[in-house]
């Protein structure tokens, strides 16, 4: 099984990245240690973070997290008070609504306002 970690870590590596490198991504107060809880499967990134991998590492977000959301769809409702990973739970949510909050910008035609730049 590939978990979100083993994932990011393999992408990662197949782009010739480095921890530091992803690191980067988020600025240079962003810690390598940090990515390395996420592919050791310690922590999971936040939202607005999980957004910038998807787009730096050219991974949808469904492709990262598609061991996960197997095994949620397999799982009954009453049931995921015992899932393994709750932190991902509250981290897919918190996704969710950023998601959310970034497409009510969006148009009609899928183009931003102006006055939303």
Known sequence: MMLFGDRLKRRRE???L???NVAEFFGEDFSRQSVSRW???ETYPEAE???VLSIELGMSLDEMFSEELAYLKKRRKSDYTEFPYPGMIVGL???ANVLSQHTKLLTKDGE??????
């Open 14 to 16: 197949e782009k010739g």
């Open 18 to 20: 480095t921890q530091e």
């Open 39 to 41: 592919e050791r499967g």
């Open 49 to 51: 973070k999980l957004w």
């Open 93 to 95: 949510k918190t996704f």
């Open 112 to 117: 931003v306002d102006e006055k939303d730049r």
